[in-house]
């Protein structure tokens, strides 16, 4: 296999994350990331999706979860909760880790397992089954959220299914994810992972990026020095310095997307603080966020400047409505969209740099996860190092960029709150671009019930029937042929997984003890 020595420009969370997964994967390729240390990362804190764990422990290899938790100041996440986005402003909302199986699971022994059974064109899902019983009246709109998710109880009762040894009380790797701090995590895993597998690093600025037929020919340093590289990858972030070089074309997308931010910190003042799960809270000109990582919160107001600009109005309107005083320092401002193309000749984008709609639903760093992982195949198969993968890695990449836009658009076109301007825009843009028809197609289409990891998508069948289940969307559920015999194993088995989580939530250790007793215990609060 020909060696392959790889430039990153960019040394935030996406770069970090690149260099030490590659670096690791791929025996044949040489890594170097260069950059500015006067470009400090972009965000307040990072919540990551449900694919989080499997990328730690087999793509990086950390599978001691308490030691690069501690390090990096990261917490754990078991859900996220959603409240406003009805008309019932205290109505909240759990949104967990999806279980996507066949019904067929329903006959399997125990023994045998079921996480890898992925649904055939065929076979009808554990949430269409889910359906038809709905349908049926056997289950309800409430049961639901512990029907289809084994971590909803441990959010709604703010309690940690982790005991003092790590050792999960369920199944454990399907029901979590992380809370981390973006200033921090990326040198952690550079520390733990990228210099152990020989990343090396230097620290210096981009003067000047030299150009060719072939895509990047060298890039010249503030210290004069020149890199030569086989593949270069920017991770500068909203800067994206070598993609702006390049005969790369951005796709905007339409008015209606947030473009702004107003973000800041808030610090624990005890343990009874701590949280594990991701808050999303409507508000009367976008939504507010809040990622409790270790010690703190980090807290955000997103919106669309378009439709307001005032920033001591909203900031007004973040501290009044969800009582936090103090806590917003600094604005970030953004253009949603991504570029056409994620790799352009010998130049891949990753992170921020390849684009951003905007942060619900923690749709960010959760691609560009998959977007390594994919990486990874490419580099591996590409004995020859021709990076004829190009077009390959393109469509799959836009894929991902399509879904998370739509998934977007679902989460605040479709909100059935229209008490201000911004929400009555966002209805409108809803009927211009056809969300609610695309919606209800999504909820049964085939490609939707696999396992996320065979396919081109970001999101499973479950996020568009908890969507549709949330916001009261009139919709239609099909006559399914389904035997007796599987209706009533799929009863009892959605009764047993909701009691069994139900109980187990209900007496474990609430997570701020849970941290106290384990991952900090040298806990100390302001």
Known sequence: MKNIKIAIIGAGVAGHFTAAAIARNCKHAEITIYHDPNTPPIGVGESMAWGAPDFMRETLGLKNEFEWMRLSQSTYKFGSIQQGFTNQNDYPFYVSYPFVGSSKLLLKSPLEGYTGLIVNNDDNSLYDVWLHLYKKELRTKLDSRGDMSESHW???NNTCPVNENGEFLTLGSLGHSYHVDSNIIGSVINDLVGKPHGVKEVISSVKKININEKGIKSITLNNNSEIVADLFIDCTGFKRVLMKELDAKFIPCDESFNNSAIVGIKYYESEKDYTNITSLKAMPNGWAFKIPTHNRTGNGYIFNNRLTNSEEHLIHEFEQITGNKDTIKRRIKWEPGYYEKCMVKNCISIGLSYGFTEAFDANSLSATLVYIKRLIKHLNEDISGTQEWRN?????????????????QCAMHLAPRNDTNYWNEMKIAGKKFKTLEKLLDNIYSDDRKKYLGYQNKLYSQHIFINTVLYYDIPFSIPSWNI????EELALNWFKFFNNRNKIIAETSMNIGKFYKNTIYKDIKFN
């Open 154 to 156: 441990f959010a709604f």
């Open 392 to 408: 390959d890695f393109n469509y799959y990449t836009n894929a991902i960029a399509d879904d998370i836009i739509f998934r977007i």
């Open 483 to 486: 035997h007796k015999q599987t």
